[in-house]
């Protein structure tokens, strides 16, 4: 368990205190900030930006997972950039969702394609197709499959309940899923599930 | 169980984050349902690709970790130096001009006397506009003429610097003065930290009649001074001046410049010091989180109105 600050630490040893609490996760940081912009220099400024918040947050830490609390600055922060300068949505409802995650469900690669296609152009595919989802959805995506936060974590980040993450999930993996295939079997790489 | 609820439980099964009951719920449903059994397939298919994916290129770069260090460092000290100023950019905030911000006089100069450091400033000043001037903001086509012209205009500004730092327009805190400036011209405008280094004021220049801004810097320890120099994204880097990593390096005598472009402005480091030394300066340079963000101030205030002595 993290020592909270001591309230009477003077700034030095505030700042060290911070320091070593929550620089150890700058790696996690930085890849939910990668995964949340798909762009390299955006994720650096956005987890300097996670960082500065924290520390000024920092007397009102109280404990508890810092990788969390840390992962839930970087979303508010996200959050607040992604408002000034998009008029697009955080979130879409599941209509949309239902639409556009039906198809796919019943390919998968062909064995042994998977790196042949990464070569072929995979790689940037996932990228446009993670890029392509709502910012929520991808920032689950993110915390589930690369960070292996557990639901109860992902919703206190998120601030939704779990259901929601698990909803989001799926129709997540069912979206990339979709958009995955499309691109495989237009490039021939793709087998019939049974076949 | 039928497929609907079945179907929300399979990434939990995935991602191990069911219990026991519903394991074994799903398991009885996935031997009975092959409609299930592909779709866990294909959701562990995607899983599999995409955290492949985010794994292989989301490192962090192995410098980040320092420079959130020295950005901490930075904030600590504006932070103890202005307790009672409101945060400031980084906090969500927007930016906030601390009250030490104060224009300065143009004129106070002719009733001072002149250190002999502010003569070697304006030297560099002149040397490092001179240089910047030979192309930066200028086509490869008009480059000679308007150089003249430009190092003419500069120079007799730089003039006063030279004669007396009170030719600077604004002088205080980093985030005052950046937010002076950024009221008189139509690009983003930064005073970055630099270790070892205090912002000293700053000033506009004109170059090829259009506006720039000059941040003026003097090293603690000796009293030299560089000058970071910001002007608009229009500007082509010169020809003559080689690449040197992301910058483009050039000088004169005892005068180097190091040019690059940063967040749709061009901006140039300028001093008395070798051209590796320089560039080493500008890599220090610790940015404000969100500086881009900030849009230029649509109506600039009146020069002058707000002046106020800089040193009394």
Redesign the interface.
């Given at each position: 368990m993290p020592t909270p600050p001591e309230t009477s630490a003077s700034?030095?040893d505030a700042?060290a205190g911070?320091?070593s609490l929550a620089?150890p996760y700058?790696?996690h940081v930085?890849?939910a900030a990668?995964?949340l912009t798909g762009n390299?220099a955006e994720?650096?400024?956005l987890?300097?930006?996670t960082?500065?918040?924290a520390?000024?947050a920092y007397e009102g830490y109280r404990g508890g997972s810092a990788k969390v609390w840390l992962l839930t600055i970087l979303r508010?922060?996200f959050i607040?950039?992604y408002r000034?300068?998009r008029p697009e949505p955080l979130d879409i409802d599941d209509d949309a969702l239902t639409h556009a995650s039906a198809n796919?469900?019943?390919?998968?690669?062909a064995p042994g394609a998977?790196e042949q296609l990464m070569s072929a152009g995979?790689?940037e595919e996932?990228?446009r197709a993670?890029g392509a989802l709502p910012p929520e959805w991808r920032l689950v995506?993110?915390l589930?499959?690369?960070e292996n936060l557990?639901?109860s974590e992902i919703a206190a980040i998120t601030e939704t309940p779990v259901g929601t993450v698990?909803?989001r999930?799926?129709r997540s993996?069912?979206r990339?899923?979709g958009a995955?295939m499309d691109f495989a079997r237009l490039a021939g790489y793709t087998r019939t599930?049974?076949s | 169980m039928n497929h609907a609820s079945a179907s929300l439980l399979l990434d939990g099964l995935l991602d191990c984050a069911l219990s026991a009951a519903e394991r074994d719920a799903v398991a009885t449903h996935l031997a009975e349902c092959a409609i299930c059994r592909r779709q866990l397939a294909a959701a562990a298919h995607t899983r599999s690709i995409v955290r492949g994916r985010l794994e292989a290129t989301t490192a962090a770069p192995p410098e980040l970790a320092e420079r959130i260090r020295r950005q901490l460092a930075v904030h600590a000290r504006s932070t103890a130096a202005h307790p009672a100023a409101p945060a400031g950019r980084g906090t969500g905030d927007g930016p906030v001009a601390p009250p030490e911000a104060r224009e300065t006089s143009r004129w106070r100069w002719l009733r001072r006397p002149l250190p002999a450091y502010h003569a070697i400033g304006g030297a560099i000043a002149v040397g490092l506009l001179t240089v910047a001037a030979g192309g930066w903001w200028l086509t490869a086509a008009t480059a000679r003429r308007a150089a003249v012209e430009t190092v003419v205009g500069l120079s007799t500004q730089h003039h006063l610097f030279a004669r007396d730092d009170k030719a600077m327009e604004v002088e205080g805190e980093a985030d005052a003065v950046a937010a002076w400036l950024r009221a008189h011209v139509p690009f983003p405008v930064v005073a970055p930290a630099l270790p070892n280094y205090d912002v000293e004021g700053g000033r506009l220049v004109a170059v090829e009649g259009r506006l720039a801004a000059q941040v003026i810097y003097e090293e603690e320890a000796t009293g030299r001074y560089v000058s970071l120099v910001i002007g608009p994204a229009s500007a082509t880097v010169p020809d003559g001046l080689r690449p040197l990593g992301k910058y483009r390096v050039g000088g004169d005598r005892d005068l180097s410049v190091a040019m690059w472009r940063e967040a749709g402005v061009r901006m140039a480091i300028v001093g008395p010091l070798p051209e590796s030394v320089l560039v080493a300066l500008a890599d220090r340079l610790v940015f404000p989180v969100g500086w881009r963000d900030v849009a230029p101030v649509e109506r600039a205030p009146e020069r002058g109105k707000e002046a106020a002595p800089r040193r009394e």
């Open positions: 700034e030095p700042r911070f320091e620089l700058v790696d930085y890849r990668y995964g390299p994720a650096e400024d987890t300097q930006d960082y500065l918040r520390f000024q508010n922060a607040d950039r000034r300068r796919g469900n019943d390919v998968l690669l998977e995979l790689a996932v990228d993670l995506i993110v589930a499959d690369l557990s639901y698990m909803s999930l799926h993996r069912k990339l899923h995955l599930m049974g | -």
